[in-house]
């Protein structure tokens, strides 16, 4: 068994059962799925996020693996990213609760508490209206930066997210959001691969959810390449781009094939993508 408690659940659990009191908590619920439940409760006036997974049996778990799925066996993968992301420096969610038991990967109980970013926007709702009413070049150039930046320190850590889309991205609203001052942190990492480095294929998908998401708000290609340039740390300027452009032309034509795909798919069923 594995039990990590910060408070307050290191108070509130004392002496009790954190794995049946995790399943007493109550609030907002997100997700309900057979092998895992998502909300956000309130302790103390302060809001969390809960994650309880219960166990996907045998039976789902070979599916996802005949379909060359990596199936998600418990809260262990966010609570493993979590802690790999803050080491790189990567903002992203604080947990204050992680428990494990039972060795069967099938039937296993775990949950994780993250405290709630608030408040906070997604970079996919702050960026809906771009095509209509485009933001300061020095924002959006600013904010293109930091998500390279993040991805790339993310990938460089070793972890690949599964989910990497603009969606996923959280700008913080309790000031005002200047080009010069504003934070961004990345969520929802409950489908993350934690190794010593990430394989470039895993890179690449990450690379390709993120640039699929961003189709629809007014990219330049030159907003691409500046994305890729801070990605790859290389310099600025034009020697950077052309850099970006011989080193990566691979990387860069399969990505246009990859998120053309993915947004045809979008296009025929909506958000059953």
Not at 13 to 20: K, L
Not at 46 to 63: M, P, Q
Not at 151 to 159: C, E, K, P, Q
Not at 171 to 185: E, G, Q, W
Request: hydrophobic content about 40%.
């Amino acid at each position: 068994m594995k039990l990590v408690l910060a408070e307050p659940f290191n108070t509130l659990w004392a002496g009790r059962d954190p794995f049946a009191e995790v399943e007493r908590l109550q609030g907002q619920v997100y997700r309900e799925l057979e092998g895992r439940r998502t909300l956000r409760t309130e302790v103390d006036g302060r809001g969390y996020f809960v994650k309880i997974h219960r166990g996907i049996g045998w039976g789902e778990i070979a599916k996802n693996l005949l379909s060359a799925k990596a199936p998600v066996l418990g809260a262990g993968q966010e609570w493993t990213a979590l802690e790999r992301l803050h080491q790189a420096g990567v903002p992203t969610m604080t947990a204050v609760a992680y428990g494990e038991r039972g060795g069967n990967p099938a039937t296993q109980h775990s949950f994780i508490v993250t405290e709630e970013l608030a408040p906070t926007v997604s970079l996919e709702d702050f960026s809906l209206d771009w095509p209509r009413n485009p933001p300061p070049p020095a924002l959006k150039h600013a904010l293109i930066a930091e998500v390279a930046r993040m991805v790339g320190d993310m990938h460089r850590a070793g972890v690949n997210h599964r989910d990497c889309y603009i969606c996923h991205f959280l700008l913080h609203t309790d000031a005002p959001v200047r080009a010069d001052a504003f934070r961004l942190s990345v969520i929802d990492l409950h489908r993350a691969q934690t190794r010593a480095a990430t394989p470039r294929r895993w890179r690449d998908k990450d690379l390709a959810a993120l640039y699929f998401s961003a189709l629809d708000i007014g990219l330049t290609r030159r907003d691409r390449l500046r994305f890729l340039r801070t990605y790859f740390r290389h310099a600025d300027g034009r020697d950077g781009l052309r850099r970006v452009l011989r080193e990566e032309a691979r990387l860069l034509a399969w990505l246009e094939r990859k998120a053309a795909r993915l947004y045809a798919r979008k296009q025929r069923y909506g958000d059953a993508l």
